[in-house]
């Protein structure tokens, strides 16, 4: 069965950082492209970060050069580091496979608010 426990969320101020973890059981995330996604209030949730089974990421333009994604495969985890943070930053994130829909299992995610 698969479970997707996010964490690391929190109130941050502008500029700030967080790193948010994913821990993944029921798969191996080795064998996936995995992405984070952001769904702020009142939006869709949305991919803004993503890393092939082989290591090649890819960013939306709204969080490229800000945030970095990575995987540890021995530990069956993922990460997002987010740095310089925005108010528009501010959503709940959750990490799942890529291209994931509603019909995949979904975790709790974690709140990022950023403000001053």
């Known amino acids: 069965q698969v479970h997707l426990v996010e964490s690391g969320g929190g109130l941050v101020q502008p500029g700030g950082s967080l790193r948010l973890s994913c821990v993944v059981s029921?798969?191996?995330?080795?064998?996936?492209?995995m992405a984070w996604y952001q769904q702020a209030p009142g939006k869709q949730r949305e991919s803004v970060a993503t890393?092939?089974?082989?290591?090649?990421?890819n960013y939306a333009d709204s969080v490229k050069g800000r945030f970095t994604i990575s995987r540890d495969n021995a530990k069956n985890m993922v990460y997002l580091q987010m740095n310089s943070l925005e108010f528009e930053d501010t959503a709940v994130y959750y990490c799942?496979?890529?291209?994931?829909?509603?019909?995949?299992?979904w975790g709790q995610g974690t709140q990022v608010t950023v403000s001053s």
């Open positions: 799942n496979v890529a291209r994931a829909s509603g019909s995949n299992s």
């Open positions: 029921g798969f191996a995330v080795r064998f996936n492209d």
């Open positions: 890393i092939t089974n082989g290591g090649r990421t």
